[in-house]
């Protein structure tokens, strides 16, 4: 994590290089961002279920090659037909087999590890959102106060240090409650 500066200045919201109007400010909050692990469990075992099952077939396959080199090649030895041919098939799945299980389980591992993070988001009218952290969080529970004071008063101006979140995959965490709607599609209520 690194340091960027948070201030308010001039009806403008900063956060590091990036500006948000104080107007276009729909939301600000804290809540603990926690990785998906349960999900990337169940993600690896689904991969690993098709790995297995597609290395398995092909693994039958190269055994069926085998057997029609053993039957069709009578000058060579059944050994040397199956090398050649269905033999190397089943070694090339099973070594590419095991290398996609290693890179999924890193994968797997990556999210299981993940810290979870208390931030302070702040959400726009638009699709974008800021998130930034800090070491105590009853810092960015003040910082809400600060921000929703200059919501209400846009001459405020303050600047203060915070914690700028990097995660690689956003897909892998929980970004606070999912609300439902009806008369859309896909909604899946409120999650805790």
């Given at each position: 994590?690194?340091d960027?500066?948070?201030?308010?200045?001039?009806?403008?919201?900063?956060v590091?290089?990036?500006a948000?109007?104080?107007?276009?400010?729909?939301?600000?909050?804290?809540?603990?961002?926690?990785?998906?692990?349960?999900?990337?469990?169940?993600?690896?075992?689904?991969?690993?279920?098709?790995?297995l099952?597609?290395?398995?077939?092909?693994s039958?396959?190269?055994?069926?090659?085998?057997?029609?080199?053993?039957?069709?090649?009578?000058?060579?030895?059944p050994?040397?037909?199956?090398?050649s041919?269905?033999?190397?098939?089943?070694?090339f799945?099973w070594?590419?087999?095991?290398?996609?299980?290693?890179?999924?389980?890193?994968?797997?591992?990556?999210?299981?590890?993940?810290?979870?993070?208390?931030?302070?988001?702040?959400e726009?009218?638009?699709?974008?959102?800021a998130?930034?952290?800090?070491?105590?969080?009853?810092?960015?529970?003040q910082?809400?106060?600060?921000?929703?004071?200059?919501l209400?008063?846009?001459?405020t101006?303050?600047?203060?240090t915070?914690?700028?979140?990097?995660?690689?995959?956003?897909t892998?965490?929980?970004?606070?409650?999912n609300?439902?709607m009806?008369?859309?599609?896909?909604?899946?209520?409120?999650?805790?």
């Open positions: 994590m690194t960027i500066e948070l201030r308010v200045s001039k009806r403008l919201l900063w590091g290089a990036a948000y109007p104080l107007r276009n400010i729909a939301r600000v909050y804290t809540f603990t961002l926690r990785p998906k692990r349960k999900e990337a469990v169940f993600r690896f075992l689904a991969r690993t279920g098709i790995i099952a597609v290395a398995i077939g092909l039958i396959i190269g055994g069926l090659i085998s057997l029609a080199n053993e039957a069709g090649d009578s000058g060579m030895s050994y040397e037909g199956s090398q041919s269905g033999g190397g098939l089943i070694i799945v070594i590419c087999s095991g290398a996609a299980l290693i890179y999924f389980f890193v994968d797997m591992l990556s999210v299981v590890t993940a810290p979870s993070h208390y931030v302070l988001a702040i726009t009218a638009g699709p974008s959102t998130m930034v952290t800090s070491r105590t969080p009853q810092h960015l529970d910082l809400v106060g600060y921000v929703a004071g200059a209400e008063n846009p001459d101006e303050f600047q203060v915070v914690e700028q979140l990097t995660i690689n995959s956003p892998n965490y929980h970004f606070g409650d609300v439902n009806y008369g859309g599609s896909g909604n899946v209520g409120i999650a805790a």
